[in-house]
């Protein structure tokens, strides 16, 4: 399996990396039953290790220059730091109680983490691993994303059901839109034109134009439907868009299924059946694969991207949460 | 704390009025009304000072962090009355000009203090189980965030099937209260095909709740009460009166599995539930209140998180526009139970799952798999709308 370098220029931000020989990428993978992380080769796809991470790990990222992986440990109210090659852990981050998402700054020095229970959203700084900020928001703050000029971080409050635009340069709030119920989730299209939010109980992806004139504003919601699943199980978590903007994968949790949107036409072009309780996803940095954890069948599925077919499953630790994956 | 909250509404509306939303104020009222309590049988069941408040100003805080970003101010006023009392304090909340009104009261005081205020009252019964006020009693003011004695019934009879415990047992209190809740019982069975094998009627012969080493003769009472009964795979208590549904497991003649009243028993929420995102619920909560969630709090929680999504979403505060809204398609509602929740427009009530607890983990939510509806496969929990007496909604 060759790993074609001409897609790693535009390849999204918090795996950006260098070019380098195409070699296997490791997959982690976060178990949060098991307080494991998996670590799956990219060229095998076998599970080649798995070790300690921590109480209830969940939220995952690999640091930009592949050397480090964070691990929100949601239990221990800490976000650990482990060596990619020895998986040893190295240190700890503050990152205020019950961590679950954060995004990373493309620089890598940034940290801006979800605290679920605080109503708060904590920027690290991953060098000094000291906290820069805490931000009030909504409540119940989950999802994270950061827009592809850094200049806004977005988190989603899943009980207040906003989307906040926090401004990077002064941490505040500069705006707000109102979604459907539970918002899980934010990416954006890496040209900056659109953020995508999920509402898993709500059922919906909402369309945001963050450039539009008078300030971010709500475009259209997609929705799902698929013959034989009941509309309430149709619950997006995870999402991912792929680097040429052109196909948006959204997990449906308890339905099973990856949904993929025409990121131009926003519809549902097809769903691809994976693993139990589809919950997040990540690329590897080619992006010729999609990696999504499945709670419930303890495992993760392989995505052709270009196909937009399954094309193997790996059984992981307990209840996987949460997916990263090394740069080139 | 409340010009606190006035402050920072002033502040964020600097940005709602850039972007062309007015300030909103939101004013409603908790009126729960106290009857005296025998007391119950387990501690567990104490029933605290500001039972139902503490939910309630859980959900005020939820509430106002979003009003914070859109210019709302949500204010609430708990108030707590004797049955005496409640026809004077509420006409007081009304001549203070009350027009959203959550009520914690029994449903004959429920429809008293509903028809006192008027169709122009939006009413929300957080705690009455009672079917009457949802069928023949119903009243177009008055929606139903409590699940009804039918829709826990069914969500019960409902595990029971999918264990295939056909054979019921069932055991029922001698007050009218468990009565009614024995006929919710027998209705369930009949519905998903249970068989009521054997009944049994458990006299209340008053006293005292507890003695000293009270267990040495419950332990002999119990067995000996439910000897001879037709082979059964479950016993199902009926016991609203709290009498002796708690005694029935492990004290059995014949050992089988007790749901209901006592054992595994049908609720809207407990202090243990941690999925669908619950653990902040609880955590939140036990943060402001210091102690755990029982029912009550959080059904007025979600009664004023009713109103709450439905103010922000429709941007006002008139009872009969978020009536309409309320019970619309558009109203959706997260409520830590791994679906939104929304309301029968033909009789108020809520849909909602309900949880099965053991009162310490959740053992089960209902409705249970394989139960369709064609409409939501919540509606397959309670009276549906083919067997409504209810006349007081559009159709």
Known sequence: MQRPIQFIA???????GFAAPAAANKVFVSNERGNTITVIDSDSWEAIAEFPGGNRPRGIGVSPDGKYLYVCASDDDTIRVFDTE????????????????????????????????????????????????????????????????????????????????????????????????RPRYAVYTDDGTKLFVSSEIGGTVSVIDPLAANGPELT????????????????????????????????LGPANRVAVVDVESLEVVDYILVGQRVWQMEFTPGQEFLITTNGNSNDVTVIDVARQQAIKSIQVGRQPWGVAVTPD | MMVFARLIAAFTCLFCSALGVAALDINAVVLRVDYSQIMPISRYDLIPDDLGFAGGKLADEDNQTTGNFMGMTFNTNYVAATPEETDAVLDELLANGTTLLVVMANAEDLLKITDRAGPDVLVINATARDMSVRDDQCRANLLHVAPSEMMLADAVVQFAMWKQWREVFLIQGSNPADRTLGDAYRRAANKFGAQVVEEREFEDTGGSRRTDTGHVLVQRQIPVFTQNAEDHDVVIAADNSDLFALYLPFHLWTPRPVMGSGGLRPVTMHAAHEAWGATQFQRRFEEA????????????????????????RINAADPAALRDYI??????????????????????????????????????????D????????????????????CNAFAK
Not at chain 1, 10 to 16: D, E
Not at chain 1, 223 to 244: H, N, S
Not at chain 2, 370 to 389: C, F, I, K, N
Request: with cysteine; glycine share 6%; net charge negative.
């Open chain 1, 10 to 16: 535009s390849i999204c931000v918090a795996t950006l």
């Open chain 2, 370 to 389: 394989g139960y369709l509806h064609q409409v939501s496969t919540l509606d397959t929990l309670g009276l549906d709308q083919p067997e409504s007496a």
């Open chain 1, 86 to 181: 020895t998986y040893e852990e190295v240190w700890t981050l503050p990152s205020g109680p019950d961590p679950e998402l954060f995004t990373i700054h493309p620089t890598g020095e940034l940290l801006y983490i979800a605290n679920e229970d605080d109503n708060l959203v904590t920027v690290v700084d991953t060098q000094s691993r000291t906290v820069v900020a805490e931000i009030p928001v909504g409540v119940e703050p989950e999802g994270m994303a950061i827009s592809p000029d850094a200049t806004f971080v977005i988190n989603t409050s899943e009980t207040t059901n906003m989307a906040h635009f926090i401004d990077t340069s002064d941490y505040q709030i500069k705006h707000n839109i109102l979604v459907d119920q």
């Open chain 1, 220 to 251: 259209t919601k997609i929705g799902f439907e698929v013959a034989g699943v009941q509309p309430e199980w149709l619950q997006p978590v995870g999402m991912k868009v792929t680097a040429d903007n052109k196909w948006l994968f959204v997990a």
């Open chain 2, 327 to 368: 019970l619309s398609d558009e109203f959706e509602l997260a409520a830590f139970k791994g679906r939104k929740v929304n309301f029968r427009p033909w009789n108020g009530q809520l849909r909602q799952p309900v949880l099965l607890t053991d009162s310490k983990i959740t053992v089960s939510v209902s409705p249970q």
């Open chain 2, 289 to 312: 209140s210091g102690r755990f969630v029982q029912e009550a709090d959080y059904e007025v929680w979600l009664s004023l998180r009713v109103i709450g999504e439905a103010v922000i």
